[in-house]
């Protein structure tokens, strides 16, 4: 091969380091293409001198090719002070004995090199607190420690458990994964309580289509099980077909757990938790501060007459009161009122939730007075969000927007629970399977 090898010298490389890999290029030069020598003489150097580590198919080949090369540089290397990595507490211990002992203790720590492991996962997390840089011919295959050990990971009690522990009744399996049906009132849309029942479950519903010549095939799958197919001329009527066929299907099978029109609520006004006592407050201030005008005591006003001021505005149309200080006492910019902002009280309605996600008993939906604005409604979506609630918002007949937050229960407690006759029943029927009566 014609090409050179003192081309590939780096200036921030060192001599020692530049050496031996100036050493492995010539030896093997006729051997690999310029490209791919290059990179192994890198991979090299990086394993020898930082102890970097490669996939195990090139770290055995390094290994083979580096065998003659390496071997008179290890050996003037194990006659020179091995580098080591200590932690800062041995450290420090070593630091208040003495420095002749650090280099005792090196002696004695590091006369068994380190071998390499393959790159695979472990499950233990603790580094050594010293290490050597590890020889490339030293490759173990010794499966990582701690690997069969059973895993400390402390099971989550469920928040729901008090609806369930009192029950002996339990629901009947069926052939699609013990799917239940959720209905609320007024619902008559097959596809969409479908597609409502598959999510609060975690379940996969599906909905294809085959072209049988002039016709359309719809099929529709809950968790890749077929349920019902329908033939029609077009797509539209093919899934209304089959998405009516596999409600009444299921209906067969499953339990239908179906919201009562007439549920207990809490009504949640604006006023609640209202925080206008802090603008009253400033309003009052300023007030009290423009109506303080000069008295004949004050120097300014003394100063004023010997300049030939007699009382009220300097000039026509001029003010007669010192100019007011608003004081501020929100976080709000310059300029801004609390009319384009909303005043919402967020530590208020955090504990407010709180509580009621606390509380077993309440299982009323907390409907909020559609007098709260958007920004305000984004705030308690959040402040919802992060206390484990579920939050949607709906629309009245008139076009407002008001939101409802609930409890994130799954069906099948909730379904338990109105089968043993709990405290869902208030607010739930569930239908048994008409096929299993």
């Known amino acids: ?59 055995r080949k390094v290994a083979l090719l580096s065998k003659e090369v390496a071997e008179d540089f290890r050996k003037k290397r ?103 049906i959720f209905e609320l009132v007024g619902e ?28 359309m095939e719809c099929c529709v799958l809950i968790n890749k099980k077929v349920v019902a197919t329908a033939v029609s001329s077009n797509k539209k009527d093919a899934k209304t077909l089959a998405t009516d066929a596999a409600l009444q299907e299921l209906k067969k099978m499953c339990y239908t757990l179906k919201k009562k029109p007439e549920v207990k609520s809490t009504k949640i006004e604006t006023t609640m938790g209202s925080s206008n006592s802090k603008t009253k407050d400033a309003n009052t201030s300023t007030d009290q501060f423009s109506s303080n005008q000069l008295n004949e005591n004050n120097k300014g006003f003394k100063m004023m007459k010997l300049l030939g001021w007699s009382g009220g505005a300097l000039s026509a149309g001029g003010i007669e009161t010192p100019i007011g200080v608003q004081i501020k006492v929100d976080r709000m910019g310059l300029g801004l009122t609390n009319d384009t902002n909303h005043n919402l009280n967020k530590r208020f309605f955090s504990e407010y939730l709180q509580k009621y996600n606390a509380d077993p008993d309440n299982i009323h939906e907390l409907i909020f007075s559609k007098d709260f604005t958007k920004e305000e409604r984004a705030t308690l979506h959040t ?8 939050s949607n918002s709906k629309n009245t007949p008139d076009g407002d927007r008001y ?35």
């Open 403 to 437: 939101l409802i937050i609930s409890k994130k229960i799954p069906l099948d407690v909730l379904a338990t629970n109105v089968l043993n006759g709990g405290i869902y029943t208030e607010m739930y029927d569930l239908i048994h399977p008409s096929g299993n009566e």
């Open 78 to 180: 194990a006659t020179k002070l091995k580098r080591t990595f200590v932690g800062a507490q041995d450290a420090a211990g070593a630091k208040a004995k003495g420095r002749r002992t650090i280099e005792e203790n090196n002696t004695s720590k590091f006369t068994k090199p380190i071998q390499f492991t393959p790159q695979t996962p472990s499950t233990n997390t603790k580094e050594p607190k010293q290490q050597i840089i590890p020889s490339l011919l030293e490759i173990s295959t010794k499966p990582p420690q701690n690997a069969n050990l059973p895993s400390k990971r402390k099971t989550r009690k469920r928040n729901n458990d008090h609806l369930s522990k009192f029950c002996n009744k339990s629901l009947r399996g069926n052939k699609y994964d013990n799917i239940i």
């Open 188 to 215: 008559t849309n097959s596809h969409q309580i479908l597609q409502s029942s598959a999510a609060k479950q975690r379940a996969v519903l599906d909905v294809t289509y085959t072209g049988k010549g002039n016709e």
């Open 383 to 390: 402040i919802a969000a992060k206390q484990g609630l579920k």
């Open 1 to 59: 091969m014609n090409w050179d090898v003192e081309v590939y010298k780096t200036d921030y490389e060192s001599e020692e380091h530049w050496e031996l890999r100036r050493l492995f290029m010539e030896t093997h030069k006729d051997k690999f293409e310029e490209d791919e020598l290059v990179c192994l003489a890198q991979v090299f150097t990086n394993v020898e001198f930082m102890g970097c580590k490669y996939p195990d198919k090139t770290m």
